[in-house]
């Protein structure tokens, strides 16, 4: 079975400031997805980035940026010049190829930008 | 486009009692998924259907059910329903042919006296 563990419940950090969002997972799968959801107050998840474990090159999206360690099975979230609409719970997902659509969620990190 | 809509937004039962709960996917979206969020247990798979079809269900009790119609909507029904059903339950809908980005909607929050 798969598991995901983010071991960061909550996190501040000050506007404009860079923040890393640490994330492990476990699987014995070869070919999988890796995600990074967001959720703020509204509740609303938005997709802000995703992996394919096929892939070598880090996922970026503008100011999101991932470091994706397959052999680690380590997939941490680089938020660059964070900004106050940061402000929400973060989710790392793992999702097996084939499964679908079955993700497998992490616990979430509160990340809270101060300004 | 209309994003995925979820009815009712908000419920209050009690014990004993069942509910349904409805989504509505982006049209053109053929699968959707149900999850529940409850700061408990956080983020679980409930089931995925695609095109009437349940493809995948998660670990939980039969007392959680789905359908999902021909024009691709789906409702979810918990019977006897227990103080531990009270959770967020969010759906997510998607093209569901190959990988593509699933959205979610806005979730319903059941909250069972």
């Known amino acids: 079975a798969q598991t995901v563990t983010q071991s960061q419940p909550e996190m501040s950090v000050q506007e404009a400031e860079t923040v890393t969002l640490s994330c492990t997972y476990d699987t014995s799968e070869n070919n999988y997805y890796l995600f990074w959801y967001k959720q703020p107050p509204s509740r609303q998840m938005i997709l802000v980035i995703r992996?394919?474990?096929?892939k070598q090159q880090n996922a970026t999206e503008n100011r999101f940026s991932v470091n994706f360690q397959k052999a680690a099975k380590s997939f941490s979230l680089k938020i660059s010049d964070s900004q106050l609409g940061d402000t929400a719970m973060y989710f790392c997902?793992?999702?097996?190829?084939?499964?679908?659509?079955?993700?497998?969620w992490g616990a979430g990190t509160k990340l809270i930008i101060k300004p | 486009k209309a994003g995925v809509t979820q009815t009712p937004r908000y419920l209050i039962k009690t014990r004993g009692q069942q509910v349904t709960l409805s989504c509505s996917p982006i049209s053109g979206h053929r699968s959707v998924s149900w999850y529940q969020q409850t700061p408990g247990q956080g983020l679980q798979f409930l089931f995925e259907y695609f095109s009437e079809t349940q493809r995948n269900k998660g670990n939980f009790p039969g007392r959680f059910s789905g359908r999902q119609f021909s024009n691709s909507r789906s409702e979810m029904n918990v019977s006897t329903l227990e103080l531990g059903d009270s959770a967020l339950y969010l759906c997510?809908?998607?093209?569901?042919?190959?990988?593509?980005?699933?959205?979610f909607g806005p979730g319903t929050r059941l909250t069972v006296l």
């Open positions: 997902a793992f999702m097996k190829h084939g499964s679908n659509y079955q993700l497998i």
């Open positions: 997510a809908s998607t093209t569901g042919d190959a990988y593509n980005e699933q959205f």
């Open positions: 992996q394919e474990a096929y």
